[in-house]
Every structure is written in structure tokens, then in C-alpha cells.
């Protein structure tokens, strides 16, 4: 596709229940970040993919925080027995370095809301 | 070690008046430096990249930032305010060596009043 594409645009999940957050990067994009960001607040780094390696996990706020990105393209973004915290928007960003341009692109965002 | 400061959580100008959004960064290799805007419910829109090359680099919608590696400064400005101006910017290090090479700095709350 033409950008970043983020799915779903919105989830409703109930306390505990797990959920799975969807990022599809910019074709041939090497990097791909996961951020969480709070209302009114900035991103906050959680998890960044060098093609399929997970080089940096440091900001995965606990071990209920799961991502993966198996053939270096997709990365799905899970998130086990969710929390009222853990509503925030989650932001995918791809970018093709450390050949490529560097800016980062990014998704529309996933917006979780855990009641 | 990398890092963003903007100085200013929030910024308020009139419409037609020139806006100023500081930022400072440090970082110990030669950076990237972007902007960038999100509008409310909307996702990160870059507005300009400072990648070694000029360094009053020009943007979208009349935006400009001047790199200043003396004052490692990367301010952004624009001469005339418009309301659809009206969101959050950020401003973004990025460096070529580490893991995690993005750093992003806490905002700035454009708000243009009419």
C-alpha cells in the first residue's frame, strides 16, 4: 500500500479479555516501531524491528505486551489480559533505514479503549 | 545519548501572526531532525526533515525549520498563523547507530485564536 496501514482504527475490549493490533508497513520497509500514546500526551516508545529481529523490547511496559513480526513485514502488536491503563492509541511506524531516507511514516493509530 | 526538549508545552498565537515552536536537541552522533504535526483523532503527518543538507529546510503548509548546530537548536516557524494550524507538533532526533533510533519530544499544543 501507499502507507502505513493500522487495524483496527478502534477497539473496545473488556478487562482481561486479550486483544491483537495490526501493522501493515511500507512495502520493503526495513524498521517498524510500536509506540503507546496516552490522551494528551506524547508517543512513547514500546518495541522496535529491525526486518524480523526485535532489536529493542525496553519499552514494553510489562510482560502482558507481546509483539512479533515474524517474516519481517507485518507486526502484529498483542496485548494479554488488558487493563484499564492500557487504553491509549498504539502507533505503528515503518522507515528504511540505514540505507534508506530516515523520516518515519506512520499509521492512523489504533485507538483501545478497555472498559 | 539522544534527546528532545521543546520548550514550550503550549503555544498560543493570533491568526495572521507568526508562530515559533522551540526545540532543542542533543545527540551524540549527526542527527535527523523532523517535525511533526498530528491534528486531534488523527495520526503523525511530517511536516519537514533536516538531513544534513540545507539547513533552512522548508515544509508543508509554509512551515520552516533552521538547523543550528551551535545552539543544537531546530525551531520551527511560519510567518502567518491560519486556524487549520491548530494541533500538536513534535519534534523527532533520529540517528543512524542503536536499536531504538527515533526520540521524540514531549509536544507543543498549537493554539490559534481568531
Known amino acids: 500500500g501507499a502507507g502505513v496501514s493500522q487495524s483496527p482504527r478502534y477497539k473496545v475490549a473488556k478487562r482481561g479479555q486479550d486483544v491483537a493490533l495490526r501493522c501493515d508497513p511500507i512495502s520493503g520497509h526495513v524498521s517498524l516501531f510500536w509506540y503507546q500514546q496516552a490522551l494528551g500526551q506524547g508517543p512513547e516508545f514500546l518495541t522496535y524491528?529491525?526486518?524480523?529481529?526485535?532489536?529493542?523490547k525496553s519499552g514494553l511496559p510489562s510482560d502482558r505486551f507481546f509483539a512479533e513480526r515474524p517474516e519481517g513485514s507485518v507486526s502484529t502488536l498483542k496485548i494479554q489480559r488488558t487493563q484499564q491503563e492500557d487504553s491509549a492509541v498504539y502507533l505503528c511506524?515503518?522507515?528504511?533505514?540505514?540505507?534508506?531516507?530516515?523520516?518515519?511514516?506512520f499509521g492512523q493509530g489504533t485507538r483501545l479503549t478497555v472498559v | 545519548a539522544q534527546s528532545v526538549t521543546q520548550l514550550d508545552s503550549h503555544v498560543s498565537v493570533s491568526e495572521g501572526t507568526p508562530v515559533l515552536l522551540r526545540c532543542n536537541y542533543s545527540s551524540s552522533y549527526s542527527p535527523s531532525l523532523f517535525w511533526y504535526v498530528q491534528h486531534p483523532n488523527k495520526g503523525l503527518q511530517l511536516l519537514l526533515k533536516?538531513?544534513?543538507?540545507?539547513?533552512l529546510v522548508k515544509g508543508i503548509n509554509g512551515f520552516e525549520a533552521e538547523f543550528k548546530k551551535s545552539e543544537t537548536s531546530f525551531h520551527l516557524t511560519k510567518p502567518s498563523a491560519h486556524m487549520s494550524d491548530a494541533a500538536e507538533y513534535f519534534c523527532v532526533v533520529s540517528v543512524r547507530s542503536g536499536a531504538n533510533n527515533l526520540f521524540f519530544g514531549t509536544g507543543t499544543r498549537l493554539t490559534v485564536i481568531p
Open positions: 533536516y538531513t544534513s543538507a540545507a539547513t
Open positions: 524491528f529491525q526486518n524480523e529481529a526485535q532489536l529493542d
Open positions: 511506524a515503518s522507515t528504511r533505514p540505514p540505507q534508506g531516507s530516515p523520516e518515519a511514516f
